[in-house]
Nanobody, 123 residues
């Protein structure tokens, strides 16, 4: 089992920045690809960024490419999502997940999920 706890969400104005963190406990953190998904009210959950177990490979959804940066610190069992130049359409609950170490593109369902953290971007 892997337990995931997200933090860092909040209210920010358009153009602002937030950094989300996801602390993991349980099994060996570096054995898992980590990803961030988001879900806005009335919309489907969408995979926005992923990172391989080593941290050497990342993937981003087109709409966040160049604005979001995913990183991980395997010594601290933590994955981060730096979100810059935020837009109102980024408003959602953001969840971090852990999955197969090669699944950093989120092509297959992840095995574990956190409880989510709310991000609200005002215009």
């Amino acid at each position: 089992q892997v337990q995931l706890v997200e933090s860092g969400g909040g209210l920010v104005q358009a153009g602002g920045s937030l950094r989300l963190s996801c602390a993991a406990s349980g099994r060996t953190f570096s054995n898992y690809a980590m990803g961030w998904v988001r879900q806005a009210p009335g919309k489907e959950r969408e995979f926005v960024a992923g990172i391989s177990g080593t941290g050497n490979s990342q993937w981003y959804k087109d709409s966040v490419q160049g604005r979001f940066i995913i990183s991980r610190d395997n010594a601290k069992n933590t994955v981060y999502l730096q979100m810059n130049n935020l837009r109102p359409e980024d408003t959602a609950v953001y969840y971090c997940g852990a999955g197969d170490p090669s699944n950093f593109r989120g092509k297959k369902p992840y095995d574990y999920w956190g409880q989510g953290t709310q991000v609200t971007v005002s215009s």
